[in-house]
Structures are given as structure tokens and as C-alpha cells.
């Protein structure tokens, strides 16, 4: 993931000394550098993010509750609105 040919910034930041050794310990575990495990926490971070906008609308309009009547009109109509197709 991390190239030495990437160009890069250093940026500091103030953790309590409890998340400092939780950084230290897990990167450890995971036979990480703590700056590859925060890269990498970043980057998922990012990616749950764009997939937030992307998913826009849809999110948290569907019921798990398998005995509630799904909003299959309310569904359908959002779908339409948003697909690109059919504009």
C-alpha cells in the first residue's frame, strides 16, 4: 500500500496516553508500523464515507424487521429518482 517513491506530509496529532498504547500493542499484533496501521484505518474510514454519499438516500430506508411490509413503493420510486439511466 505505502511506497517510498509516494509523496508524503507529516501531520501531529495529540492522543491519550490509553489510545497511544492501543495504537502501539495492535500494531504490533498486526506486524505493522503504527503510520501503516493509521493509513490504513484512514483509508477505510474514507472509503465507508464515499460509500455513504454514494448509497445517499437508501441508507436506513430498508426495515430488517422481516415481519414489517417492506416500503416497496417508497423503494422503487427513490431508485428511480436516482438512477442515471433513465435521465
Known sequence: MYSSA???STITIRL???QRDNLKAT???L?????DF?????????DQA???ERAGEFVGCLDSDASAPAPAEAFRAAI???NWRAK
Open 38 to 46: 493509521i493509513r490504513e484505518l484512514l483509508a477505510r474510514e474514507f
Open 27 to 29: 500494531a504490533t499484533q
Open 16 to 18: 491519550p496516553q490509553s
Open 6 to 8: 509516494m509523496k508524503t
Open 50 to 52: 464515499a460509500f455513504g
Open 31 to 35: 506486524h505493522k508500523t503504527e503510520s
Open 80 to 82: 428511480k429518482r436516482n
